[in-house]
């Protein structure tokens, strides 16, 4: 098969272009190096193989081109969690970048058009969260997330189309957590809130199965399935299992929720229209605010996914990764 997956410099298209070429794949990946992470990624797949083309979602011209002869697309590019960018840079990339591709995408006859969406769509909801729960976006990200999955979804009649939300991801290639891990290595990370809320992770190869299922099942294409991980567990627990792991005390220190959250709004709010990057910021709280219990039955169902790496499992994985590259 021939596959082009954009954001293939990014964690988890870079990991999802090393399957692809496992799996005998001819790959292409869109993506740029905006980051040291994605430079390292970018000389990693082509040393496996992969074509690597540096262009934006919004070269609409240049993605007609390379999507000539492509059986499968994975869209992962996006813009996520920059700050002091506006928020026509979002719809830009999340919407306009999505509807390029599909547009090209249909012109090309592509057969599987795997769209990545994100948890995000739903913005802060208590119980089990599936496919059928409201949608509430509470930031601009999951507000255009939300609208780029629409968009994609509409195109059903027209071109194969599934859409994955995907929850936070970690395992070896993640920079995101890397701070976390960093931190409790040091034993300088402070709890911030009781730690009682639920993150819903999934560990990246898990999360590759999931989309190659989503790209090979019959019947999958015109829906949006959530996937997760094999168990929810509270920031407390995530965060004793990685000390556990690294061989320190985890969290010594705790400090109220509230108060750092309203500097952190403070902070947003007067740095972020100068073009300073908050050292704090509402969605960098949000580790320590939302909670995400996720059904993934719908997906288990009509793909027959099922994650099989426990948190244990992946935080050892993950630590032998930053290990080996020095980064811990």
Known sequence: MKVLITGGTGFIGSRLA????????????????????????????????????????????????????????????????EMNIPDQVFWDVNVTGTRNLLE????ANVKCFVHGSTIGVYGIIKGLIDEETPC???????ITKLEGEGLALSFKEKLPVVAI????????????????????????????????N??????????????????????????????????????????????????????????????????????????????IQPPLHRRRMDFFRK???LSWKKTFDALGFEPKVSFEQGVHETTNWYTSFGFI
């Open 18 to 81: 090393l399957r692809c070429i496992e799996n005998g794949d001819v790959v292409k990946v869109l993506g740029l190096q905006n980051t040291p992470a994605e430079s390292f990624n970018k000389k990693m797949v082509e040393r496996k193989g992969a074509e690597v083309v540096p262009i934006s979602v919004l070269d609409k011209e240049n993605i007609f081109k390379h999507l000539q002869r492509i059986d499968i697309v994975y869209h992962l590019a996006a813009a996520q969690h």
């Open 136 to 142: 509430d976006p509470d930031n601009i990200y999951g």
């Open 291 to 293: 909670s995400f219990q």
């Open 198 to 275: 639920l993150h819903h992770l999934i560990y990246i190869d898990d999360l590759i199965e999931a989309l190659l299922l989503a790209s090979t099942t019959k019947g999958a294409q015109g829906e949006a399935f959530l996937v997760a991980g094999r168990k929810a567990i509270t920031t407390n627990e995530m965060v004793s299992m990685i000390a556990e792991e690294l061989g320190t005390n985890g969290a010594r220190i705790r400090v109220p929720f509230l108060p750092l959250y309203i500097i952190a709004t403070i902070m947003e709010f007067t740095l972020r229209p100068m073009g």
């Open 104 to 107: 090209a995408s249909e012109n």
């Open 165 to 196: 939300r995907i929850p936070e991801v970690y395992g070896p290639g993640d920079r995101r957590l890397l701070k976390l891990f960093k931190a409790i290595k040091k034993n300088s990370f402070f709890m911030i809130g009781n730690g009682k």
